[in-house]
Nanobody, 122 residues
């Protein structure tokens, strides 16, 4: 059974940093893309960042470019999202996703975690 478990969320002041992790189990994910999406209250789920199977292709949403960095450790089946200079508008539930070709489109991902809450306060 495939499982994705996110961790690292929490409450942080604006300007602070958090590092999210997503550990995958149930199969080998090194051949698949891994990504992060987020959903704020009352809003649709939106793309944050994605990384190809060997890290060669990286997509980052314009809204977080220069502040968030995605990386992966295939030996640990884990993807990370380093979030710096956090803003109030980054408050959301962050979801890890794993799937086929690296993509900004949620529908391209086959497996999803349950999410981790990130709250940025003023």
């Amino acid at each position: 059974q495939v499982q994705l478990v996110e961790s690292g969320g929490g409450l942080v002041q604006a300007g602070g940093s958090l590092r999210l992790s997503c550990a995958a189990s149930g199969r080998t994910f090194s051949s698949l893309a891994m990504g992060w999406f987020r959903q704020a209250p009352g809003k649709e789920r939106e793309f944050v960042a994605a990384i190809g199977r060997i890290g060669g292709s990286i997509y980052v949403a314009d809204s977080v470019k220069g502040r968030f960095t995605i990386s992966r450790d295939n030996a640990k089946n884990t993807v990370y999202l380093q979030m710096n200079s956090l803003k109030l508008e980054d408050t959301a539930v962050y979801y890890c996703a794993v799937g086929g070709p690296v993509s900004r489109v949620a529908g391209q991902y086959d497996y999803w975690g349950h999410g981790t809450q990130v709250t940025v306060s003023s």
